[in-house]
């Protein structure tokens, strides 16, 4: 296959993980957060522990806005810093209880929104995908 041509069918792939995502994701942000808060959330429920500089250059947002949005999460109870043991230094975010709970919850919807995408698809579907995305994971999203 011609790389150039499995570039733009990455570039489609990836136009339709950010429209699917949306889809997924509509509505599941509880009214206490903004919708950067939740990014913040979910992204240190896939990485944690995560270091605020780790969520800075993940989620494009300037180190200052993070330690704003990082305080407020602190604030509300939702995330928790720790230090690192060997470098007092390092700090790392993960998420409190309540922080666990909240992400549960948006999961579990976005999870049932998910399963009903694939309600139709057979084992054999549901194995190719499952390969598909492990390959993605290895070579392309590592």
């Keep these: 296959m011609d790389k150039n041509d499995l570039f ?36 240190v429920k896939v990485s944690q522990p995560v270091t605020p500089s780790q969520i800075s250059d ?4 300037s180190m200052p806005n993070t330690s704003r949005e990082l305080r407020k999460l602190i604030e509300k109870n939702l995330i928790e810093k720790v230090e690192d043991s060997e470098d007092r230094r390092k700090q790392y975010i993960c998420l409190s209880k309540n922080g666990e709970i909240i992400i549960n919850e948006a999961f579990a919807s ?11 698809a057979s084992p054999e579907d549901l194995e190719e995908m ?7 994971h290895s070579k392309v999203f590592y």
């Design 58 to 61: 993940c989620l494009h947002i």
């Design 110 to 120: 976005i999870e049932s929104r998910f399963l009903s995408r694939i309600q139709n």
């Design 8 to 43: 733009y069918k990455f570039v489609a792939f990836t136009a339709s993980v950010h429209r699917v995502t949306h889809e997924l994701t509509k509505n599941v942000k509880p009214d206490m957060i903004t919708p950067l808060q939740y990014s913040l959330l979910e992204n």
């Design 130 to 136: 499952s390969r598909a995305l492990d390959v993605l």
